[in-house]
């Protein structure tokens, strides 16, 4: 099959490495993604680096990526007592 492409989106979370604090987002590419943060460049992880990155799952829709990623931020992060930002 030539030209043929399926986009991949993974949802993702940071973890800080030295803060009580973490961050959920969805990507259809990690290792870009996963660099802009560790490098500084977006302003709300810039503060809490480094990180630990946590693949959380792999989606071949972007809405399917988004509903696991409120999932996550609903009900496994509101249990926990940190800061939950994204």
Do not use: C
């Amino acid at each position: 099959m030539r030209g043929f492409f399926v986009m991949y989106w993974t949802t993702y979370a940071l973890m800080s490495v030295h803060r009580n604090w973490i961050y959920a987002g969805i990507s259809d590419n990690i290792k870009r993604r996963f660099h802009e943060h560790a490098s500084g460049w977006e302003k709300t992880t810039a503060p809490y680096r480094p990180f630990y990155l946590l693949e959380l799952a792999g989606s071949f829709t972007r809405q399917d990526a988004r509903q696991i990623e409120k999932w996550y931020k609903n009900r496994v992060l509101q249990g926990n007592n940190k800061k939950i930002v994204g």
